[in-house]
């Protein structure tokens, strides 16, 4: 079993930037897939950024360029370093791990597996 817990979210202006921490507990922290969600105004889980045990990282489109996923497996710790946020970025981020299958964010957003915290709120004005 694993729990993750995400902290980080506020209120900014658009072009801000906001880091997102998400702390984990259980099996050994290093050993797997962990990722960066987000809910759209559907509820669907849109993928932003996974990062594979090796330190290999995924992002999707929207924000590459924008946002760094890292990870210190020390502190048992997953980061996301947002930068130049829009106001499109406005959602409830959630940290994911360990969900079966590749360590991207596609395979994360539809799995049905894995483990999830209870998310943190980001909101960007213009």
């Known amino acids: 079993q694993i729990h993750v817990t995400e902290s980080g979210g506020d209120s900014v202006q658009s072009g801000g930037s906001l880091r997102l921490t998400c702390g984990a507990s259980?099996?050994?922290?290093?050993?797997?897939?962990m990722g960066w969600f987000r809910q759209t105004p559907d509820k669907k889980r849109e993928g932003v950024a996974a990062?594979?045990?090796?330190?290999?990282?995924n992002y999707a489109d929207s924000v590459k360029g924008r946002f760094t996923i890292s990870r210190d497996n020390a502190k048992n710790t997953l980061y996301l370093q947002m930068n130049n946020l829009k106001p499109e970025d406005t959602a409830k981020y959630y940290c994911?791990?360990?969900?079966?299958?590749?360590?991207?964010?596609?395979?994360?957003?539809?799995?049905?597996?894995?483990?999830w915290g209870q998310g943190t709120q980001v909101t960007v004005s213009s």
């Open positions: 994911g791990a360990a969900w079966p299958g590749p360590c991207t964010v596609v395979v994360g957003a539809s799995s049905g597996g894995g483990y």
């Open positions: 259980g099996p050994p922290y290093g050993s797997y897939c």
């Open positions: 990062i594979a045990s090796d330190g290999t990282p």
